[in-house]
């Protein structure tokens, strides 16, 4: 039976050993592409795959678990171990991963509970998911015959509280459901967040958290373990090589010959788990958002991260740059050329149908009622947009004042079908002018949920509801009798394209392309404005002509051989007749 010990050194089989890590969700990353991505982890000359796990995927409404498909995390950590990977995993309840609400699932908003405390609410709902989720993990711990190493009990919990009962009950629930393997924690480097968020007096392992400055960091983390006695080796848990995006911003790059030298800095210090080594893409509605002062700044679909596979999981300068560095320090261990897929730009297509979705919403959707407008959560959605609808009457000759409240995140405003306003969080709640012509008219409100904060203390307020919030506002008075249309587009194949379609409203536009042989491919979402994309009624994620990316990555595994349907959910009254390929990503210049 294989062993692994934390002491003054990791030991494997009693035997010192440097954890040699490259951070791969599996849950961005096709399952027909997992093969590919941790292969290349093998070739760079590493030994170990970390992963997070998403609470918010395993368990998408309160009770209703899954592990299918994408989130197979058995088969992941198969292939790892028939690679020869051993694996980290990190099925702590919070992840932050640039993740739609850090992981957390939204339908505990209308739990009321305390995220990230001892709240006793709260940690029933860690039990539930826990009884579920890691009885499954359990079986592929080291001492099982599986390859996980270890397991983290909470995410740069120093960055947000110091609530030790929170963090013990956390660790205990996890011994609970049968992990016996060594636990650990992960943080910044200062004391403050050491302090705050370890469990370092019950022996539980403190690793840190940095992308540059090995020793100085590590510095910091020896005094840690210094003035608490503790002989223990030095880890970084993530080692950023690369960094997110969020809209409208410049594309962050690291010099791939600087990374690779702090690489090898780190490396002559302690072990290392490079975030990422492929960091994929955000399908769906899974961005997260960054909180910038009063105002949030969702990230993009793309989590290419700028990493070591770029995000189709193939090796980008800075693979080649570590590797040769990696043989030269470390000539015994096994490399080997990495695997690489070829993308295609498949022909462009003409478009086949088109609908407005005011004209589609009771095919995708069904209608709630109530005087005063409900949120996301309260209607038992999650993600993506709703619609919201009611008459008001006219009151003045020339000019009608309308506010709408506390609405997150992006608001489309319609008279009669009409659009009179897009507002965003920081303008929101300001005065929208418009002309009515009839003496009722239908309001109509589309409402975007753009991504809850993943990290901050923001994780707890009530910003990360999502909805119309406390409603509109005509003249002075608040608005009632409300019809509300969830809109997290899960019944994209309801749609029938029979309905009309009316210029400068939200539409949904069908394309067809007929493949012979599937390969990787990007969408050039030129020419649109801003939306998401359903390939084979499978949520690829959101674009925006607000760029930096003007294109969507499409692994091969979501197409199929024949006719292929792509559908396009676009908010502006931008398209395309056409609708072009690359075989790469597009990018604006910002």
């Not at 080796?233 to 911003?249: I, S, V």
Request: overall charge negative.
């Amino acid at each position: 039976m294989n062993t692994f010990q934390i002491r003054d050194d990791f030991y494997l089989n009693a035997q010192p050993f440097k954890i040699l890590s490259g951070a791969i969700h599996y849950f961005r990353v096709h399952p027909d592409d997992w093969y590919h991505s941790l292969y290349n982890l093998k070739a760079l000359g590493f030994n170990t795959v970390e992963t997070y796990v998403p609470w918010n995927l395993h368990e998408p409404q309160k009770g209703v678990f899954t592990t299918e498909g994408i989130l197979d995390i058995e088969r992941f950590l198969t292939i790892a171990q028939e690679l020869g990977l051993y694996a980290i995993v990190r099925p702590s309840p919070y992840i932050c991963a640039e993740w739609e609400w850090g992981g957390l699932p939204a339908w505990l908003l209308t739990e009321k509970v305390r995220v990230r405390s001892r709240d006793e609410a709260y940690l029933q709902h860690i039990d539930d998911y826990y009884a579920f989720l890691l009885p499954k993990l359990a079986k592929y711990q080291l001492s099982q015959g599986g390859n996980i190493l270890m397991f983290q009990v909470e995410n740069e919990y120093g960055s947000y509280g110091e609530d030790k009962e929170y963090l013990r009950a956390v660790a205990t629930l996890m011994r609970k459901y049968g992990l016996t393997a060594p636990l650990f924690t992960s943080d910044g480097s200062w004391r403050a967040t050491l302090r705050a968020g370890t469990l370092i007096d019950e022996d539980i392992l403190v690793t840190a958290n940095f992308g540059s400055k090995a020793k100085d960091n590590f510095e910091q983390l020896q005094a840690f373990f210094d003035e608490h006695d503790k002989k223990w080796p030095l880890m970084c848990m993530e080692f950023w090589d690369g960094w997110f995006n969020r809209w409208g911003e410049e594309v962050i790059r690291r010099d791939p010959d600087e990374l690779a030298a702090a690489v090898m800095e780190a490396l002559e210090l302690g072990s290392i788990n490079l975030y990422m080594f492929h960091g994929g893409t955000n399908f769906g509605f899974m961005n997260g958002c960054s909180a910038r002062g009063q105002i949030d700044l969702p990230q993009i679909t793309s989590y290419d991260y700028d990493a070591i596979l770029d995000e189709a999981g193939n090796p980008t300068k800075k693979f080649y740059a570590l590797q040769t560095l990696m043989k030269e320090r470390y000539p015994q261990l096994d490399y080997a050329e990495p695997l690489i897929k070829e993308a295609t730009a498949y022909p462009t297509v003409p478009l086949n149908d088109k609908v407005s979705l005011f004209a589609a919403v009771e095919q995708l959707s069904t209608r709630h009622h109530a005087f005063y407008p409900k949120s996301m959560e309260e209607l038992g959605q999650n993600v993506g947009y709703i619609y919201y609808r009611t008459r008001i009457e006219k009151d003045k000759a020339d000019d009608e004042r309308l506010r709408i409240i506390d609405a997150r995140d992006r608001i489309q405003v319609f008279v009669d079908g009409q659009k009179i306003a897009t507002q965003y969080q920081e303008e929101i709640g300001e005065d929208i002018h418009f002309q009515q012509a009839n003496t009722e008219a239908e309001l109509g409100v589309l409402v975007e949920n753009m991504g809850r904060v993943n990290y901050g203390h923001k994780l707890t307020a009530s910003t990360q509801y999502k909805g119309l919030g406390r409603g509109a506002i005509a003249d002075l008075h608040f608005i009632g009798q409300w019809d509300m249309y969830p809109l997290p587009l899960d019944r994209i194949g309801e749609l029938a394209f029979t309905e009309e379609w009316q210029e400068e409203q939200p539409a949904f536009y069908r394309y067809r392309v007929t493949i012979e042989h599937c390969q990787d491919t990007y969408l050039d979402m030129t020419g649109f404005g801003k939306g998401v994309v359903f390939v084979n009624q499978e949520n690829i994620g959101r674009f925006w002509e607000r760029g930096p990316l003007l294109s969507l990555y499409v692994p091969k595994g979501y197409l199929k051989k024949g006719e292929n349907e792509i559908i396009i959910f676009e908010t502006e009254g931008k398209y395309r007749e056409n609708l072009r390929f690359s075989q790469e990503h597009v990018y604006k210049e910002i």
